[in-house]
Every structure is written in structure tokens, then in C-alpha cells.
């Protein structure tokens, strides 16, 4: 697939932006391929967990391949309005994937690149790796980053990174709580295989539910949310009754996903 790799072993699915020397930069062919890339993982039994990144060690993401907008510019093409046409967008599928995705940033995050790794669950970062939505500087709109930035972090942090479109470093970004965790570049691929390892060694079922009930019910009444019935049932699987009797007899659960 061009643009974009994707390796699937031990149950963890390895998702990497391969354009380099664009500074893994999202054509319009890589947001198409994520999108099926991303849409298969959520019917595919081998994938428990998924680990997003890019390659190389200069960025995860600059954003959208504002060379590619600048040809279409050119040739008077009709610019493609957010949430707008035929195909899906390729933030909201990462953001609905089933499984959880975790984002390990290998460098700079900005704009397109920076609004794919909001959409997953949780972002570790290298510590050379910047962040911004830079889109003000250059007359665009940031429009999943700008509804979502504020539900990550403070408000008026959210205000300052958008209005004044600067990029922040990564100490800052988790001081912010836009990072979970901060390494050195040449750690940050193990941390996140094995925050994967760890994730995808529990019951898949129940980590599924967590996901779904967490996205679907964090805007409702606490009321409302507790009364969700959404993704699968932990209480009446087999694995549920297998987590209970491999406690009982002291051994690792064999889980099923059933």
C-alpha cells in the first residue's frame, strides 16, 4: 500500500505512515488506504491492539500534503470541504476503530498529522517531537482537531495552541496532558510494542467495551451513560468465565475474544 505499512503479529497490528522524505505527509492516497486499513482492523479477529506511527525520525505527520493541495489550487480542482462527499473521514474512522490505538509519535505532529493522533486512544511521544495546529498560518480550519483539542486538554490551552497556531514540545504537550508518556526517540517504539503487549494480554472483550462505552458515553448524563449497551458483553462471554477460572487456579487466562 502506498504511503502507508502495516505489519499484524502477537494480535498487535503495526500501522506506519511511510513517506519520509514528505515528512509522512497525508496525500489524499495514504487518508484513503488508512481509512480501509483502519475499517479492517474493527472485523479482524488477529488484531487486538494497534500501534500508529510513521517513519523515520523526523516526524510522525506534517498534515495534509499541502504540496498536493497547492497542484489541485493550480488546476482550479474543487477543494474537498471536512466530513463532506463520498468517502469517509479518515480521523473519525481512527477515532471509531474497535480496537484500541495507540499513537507512538517519532517526531513533529502538526496539523492533519497531529488531528490523526488525537484520534487515537493514547500518544506517547518521542521527546524531540512537537505539536501544533498550525492551520491558521496557513488559512485552513483544523476542523476534527478543533472540536476535539478542547476534550483533551483545557480549554484555554486548546484556544491558545489553535489562535496562535505556535507548536508546543513534548514535555509541554504532557505537562498539558496531550501526551501520555514522553521517551527518549530510541525507546519510544518498545514502550509503545509493550504498552501494546500489555493491553492485548487482557480480556478483549472487556477492553472493546471499555473503548465503546468511553467514546459513546462521555458526553451523556452519568445516568445515561451507565445505562449504555454498547459494543460486546464481558459478563455473558466465555472469557469471562475463563479470567474467573484462571484466578482460582492461579494460571494465565487463555482468552477467546467470545
Known amino acids: 500500500m502506498s504511503g502507508v505499512d502495516v505489519d499484524v503479529s502477537e494480535r498487535i497490528a503495526t500501522v506506519t505512515l511511510n513517506r519520509p522524505d514528505r515528512l509522512n505527509a497525508l496525500s489524499k492516497e495514504v487518508m484513503a488506504t488508512l481509512i480501509d486499513v483502519f475499517d479492517g482492523f474493527n472485523f479482524d479477529d488477529d488484531v487486538w491492539c494497534v500501534v500508529f506511527t510513521g517513519a523515520g525520525d523526523r516526524a510522525f505527520s506534517a498534515g495534509v500534503d499541502l504540496n498536493e493541495v497547492g497542484d489541485g489550487d493550480k488546476n482550479q480542482a474543487r477543494f474537498t470541504m471536512p466530513n463532506s462527499g463520498s468517502a469517509r473521514n479518515p480521523f473519525e474512522t481512527v477515532l471509531e476503530c474497535r480496537k484500541p490505538v495507540i499513537a507512538a509519535l517519532n517526531g513533529v505532529a502538526v496539523g492533519g498529522g ?118 460486546p458483553n464481558p459478563y455473558l462471554s466465555e472469557d469471562r468465565k475463563e479470567g474467573v477460572a484462571a484466578f482460582v487456579e492461579k494460571r494465565t487466562p487463555k482468552w477467546q475474544a467470545r
Open 114 to 231: 497531529l488531528e490523526m493522533a488525537l484520534a487515537c486512544d493514547i500518544r506517547l511521544a518521542a521527546d524531540h517531537a512537537r505539536l501544533g495546529l498550525p492551520e491558521a498560518k496557513r488559512g485552513m480550519g483544523a476542523n476534527f482537531g478543533s472540536q476535539v483539542l478542547p476534550r483533551v486538554i483545557p480549554r484555554g490551552l486548546a484556544y491558545q495552541m489553535l489562535y496562535t497556531g505556535e507548536l508546543i514540545d513534548a514535555a509541554t504537550a504532557k505537562q498539558w496532558g496531550l501526551v501520555n508518556e514522553v521517551h527518549p526517540a530510541a525507546d519510544l517504539a518498545g514502550r509503545a510494542r509493550a504498552l501494546a503487549h500489555s493491553i492485548a494480554g487482557n480480556a478483549p472483550l472487556t477492553v472493546r467495551r471499555y473503548k465503546e462505552g468511553i467514546t459513546k458515553g462521555a458526553d451523556l448524563p452519568l445516568s445515561a451513560a451507565l445505562r449504555l449497551n454498547v459494543g
